[in-house]
């Protein structure tokens, strides 16, 4: 095999990864996660990428002395959410690169 051809085939499986990648961002998109706070009082809805999708709150928070408590809440929540995606991704991510024959524990940049 010659060099040109060498170079080809990684040409090749680069986009083929950079296409597994673009699949594998695009499916976590799709993907939800929930994260709650309070015994569910207060629960955060997000994609396993990170955009939220909704806020639901109990309304026997739904009182003015109770705000502080409300906010901690919903930052708790969302960062429970946040947590769940991060697990999600990388069980995802690692499925991904088990299905393109990495070695376990190598990873490609922004895997």
Do not use: C, W
Not at 74 to 84: C, L, Q
């Amino acid at each position: 095999m010659n060099m040109e051809e060498m170079l080809a085939q990684a040409q090749q499986a680069a986009e083929t990864i950079q296409k597994q990648m673009n699949d594998a961002q695009a499916k976590l998109d799709t993907l939800e996660v929930e994260g709650s706070a309070g015994g569910g009082l207060v629960k955060v809805r997000a994609t396993a990428r990170g955009r939220i999708i909704g806020v639901t709150i109990d309304e026997s928070m739904m009182k003015p002395e109770e705000k502080q408590m409300v906010e901690d809440l919903v930052t708790a929540a969302f960062n429970d959410a946040r947590d769940r995606d991060d697990r999600l991704s990388g069980e995802e991510m690692a499925k991904i690169q088990q299905g393109i024959g990495l070695p376990p524990g190598m990873k490609l940049p922004g895997m």
